[in-house]
C-alpha cells in the first residue's frame, strides 16, 4: 500500500525581536525566572526608543503593563537592573515612578 503522504512542516516562529512578551499574569519574580529559563532577564530600558519600542509591542498584542528587570531589592531606594545588577541610569519614568516610600520594588512599565 502506498505511505501517507509527509505531514506539513511546523509554522516557523516569528522573527526574535530582541524581547518577548508572555501573556500569562505573574508576579515580577516569576515574570524573572521565566525570562531566565528562556536564557534571557526582563527588559532592561537603556533609552526614549527603547522605552517606545517595548510600550508599542505590549499595546499591539492587547498588553498594557508588563514588568522591566528594574528593582530595588538589594539596597531599598536603589534600583538596579535585574541582568547585571547596574544601577539605573535613564530615568524618565512616571512623574515620582518608581516610589521607593510605597514599597515598590520592582517596576512594571504602563503602555498607554
Do not use: K
Not at 530600558?45 to 522591566?68: K, Y
Request: aromatic share 10%; proline share 12%.
Amino acid at each position: 500500500p502506498p505511505s501517507p503522504p509527509p505531514s506539513p512542516p511546523p509554522p516557523a516562529p516569528p522573527p526574535f525581536r530582541g524581547f518577548d512578551i508572555f501573556h500569562d499574569e505573574m508576579t515580577w519574580h516569576n515574570a524573572q525566572a521565566m525570562c531566565q529559563i528562556y536564557g534571557g532577564s526582563l527588559a532592561t530600558v537603556a533609552n526614549a526608543d527603547q522605552n517606545m519600542r517595548i510600550q508599542f509591542e505590549a499595546l499591539s498584542v492587547n498588553i498594557v503593563n508588563l514588568w522591566i528587570g528594574l528593582n530595588d531589592h538589594h539596597t531599598e531606594g536603589v534600583f538596579r537592573w535585574s541582568h547585571n545588577d547596574a544601577v539605573v541610569n535613564y530615568t524618565s519614568w512616571g512623574d515620582g515612578e518608581p516610589d521607593p516610600s510605597r514599597y515598590e520594588h520592582c517596576v512594571m512599565v504602563d503602555a498607554r
